[in-house]
Every structure is written in structure tokens, then in C-alpha cells.
């Protein structure tokens, strides 16, 4: 079971990337998927997760209204959309799959590689 994440890179504050984390090895449209990251120095945190349907959606304040967590259960794919971005979203940015509970890290039970995502001043 892999879980491949892409799509992160450098870029302007105010700008935007869309993260997309493709998983093989089984499906997981069953699952609530999430998106963590992590800066340098600081503890992993939730940002974004997504009911197996996509049709609950939960966010971090601090990226509420900035970004949006989609899935696509044909493609086995889940994406996160980060618009207007800041300095302090500068991190690596994690997917995780399968979990009773969106926000709580250490309850995932499948975890992606990492992608990081830079944003300057």
C-alpha cells in the first residue's frame, strides 16, 4: 500500500498550489482521508480532511477559506487546492488515509511520503 504525494514546490506568497495524493495498493474510497504537515521544528498538525464521499469536509482555522481537500474515489486520489498562501504555510505536507478520527495524526493508519511546499515573502 503506497501513498504518493506530488505537487508541492516554491512559490510567491498569495499564491497557490494543489497538492494531489494518489494512492495503490487498495482503495481506499471507503476511508476518510487527511492532509497534515509539518515545518521545521514544530509537531505535525491536521489541516484538512474529507469523509469517504467527500461530502464532509473538515478544515484547521488557519487554512479555512484558503483551502479546499477534494477526492476523486475513481482515480483513488485525493487533492488539496491552497490558495493564497502564506510564509507560514511553508511545511511538508502529508496525506494519511484511513482513521475513525480526521484531526487525530497518530489514529491514520496509512501515511504518504511528504511533498514540501515553500512559500516566500
Known amino acids: 500500500v503506497q501513498l504518493q504525494a506530488s505537487g508541492g514546490g516554491l512559490v510567491q506568497a498569495g499564491g497557490s498550489l494543489r497538492l494531489s495524493c494518489e494512492a495503490s495498493?487498495?482503495?481506499?474510497?471507503?476511508?476518510?482521508m487527511g492532509w497534515f504537515r509539518q515545518a521545521t521544528g514544530k509537531e505535525r498538525e491536521f489541516v484538512a480532511g474529507?469523509?469517504?464521499?467527500?461530502?464532509?469536509?473538515w478544515y484547521a482555522d488557519s487554512v479555512k477559506g484558503r483551502f479546499t481537500i477534494s477526492r476523486d474515489n475513481a482515480k483513488n486520489t485525493v487533492y488539496l487546492q491552497m490558495n493564497s498562501l502564506k510564509p507560514e504555510d511553508t511545511a511538508v505536507y502529508y496525506c494519511a488515509a484511513d482513521t475513525r478520527n480526521y484531526n487525530r495524526a497518530y489514529e491514520y493508519n496509512y501515511w504518504g511520503q511528504g511533498t514540501l511546499v515553500t512559500v516566500s515573502s
Open positions: 474529507i469523509s469517504w464521499d467527500g461530502g464532509s469536509t
Open positions: 495498493g487498495r482503495t481506499f474510497s471507503s476511508s476518510v
